[in-house]
């Protein structure tokens, strides 16, 4: 499976291809340090890798050899005819996190908030155990 992913200690640098990368492919990425090494490091995958190699590494564009030549390879990626494409991503607002910790019922609040149960479960699994912080009031 194609990727295409950049590494930066530089938290401007990352802010500003996470805003850069949302023009040319339409995905949304948020910059967040890793555990390990604390530096951002971004990556994109499938038709999203292959449009960024394609915007990066056009025709006789300044590059290194090996890192033209793996964006050429990731152009020859298609698709298989069975592999599902996921639907957009849609952000938690404090709105939705107090719905569903008023509901308290993940399978009611899936309804309520046009959600998968499982989605809703384990929002509400991460609310309660602190893993994402609550909404204010």
């Known amino acids: 499976m194609?990727?295409?992913?950049?590494?930066?200690?530089?938290?401007?640098?990352?802010?500003y291809?996470?805003?850069?990368?949302?023009?040319?492919?339409?995905?949304?990425?948020?910059?967040?340090?890793?555990?390990?090494?604390?530096?951002?490091?971004?990556?994109?995958?499938?038709?999203?890798?292959?449009?960024?190699?394609?915007?990066?590494?056009?025709?006789d564009c300044l590059g290194l050899d090996h890192k033209k030549a793996n964006a050429a390879a990731i152009q020859t990626w298609v698709r298989p005819a069975d592999?599902?494409?996921?639907?957009?991503r849609r952000r938690w607002t404090e709105t939705?996190?107090?719905?569903?910790?008023r509901l308290n019922d993940p399978a009611a609040a899936a309804i309520t908030l046009d959600r998968t149960e499982q989605s809703c479960h384990m929002r509400l699994w991460r609310l309660r155990t602190g893993q994402t912080p609550s909404p204010t009031r």
């Open 2 to 15: 194609p990727f295409l992913s950049f590494t930066s200690a530089s938290t401007a640098l990352a802010a």
């Open 17 to 59: 291809l996470c805003h850069y990368t949302k023009k040319i492919t339409g995905t949304e990425r948020i910059a967040r340090r890793n555990t390990r090494d604390q530096v951002y490091v971004i990556t994109y995958y499938k038709e999203q890798a292959q449009q960024l190699a394609e915007h990066l590494y056009y025709p």
């Open 83 to 88: 592999m599902r494409i996921a639907p957009p």
């Open 96 to 101: 939705d996190d107090r719905e569903l910790l």
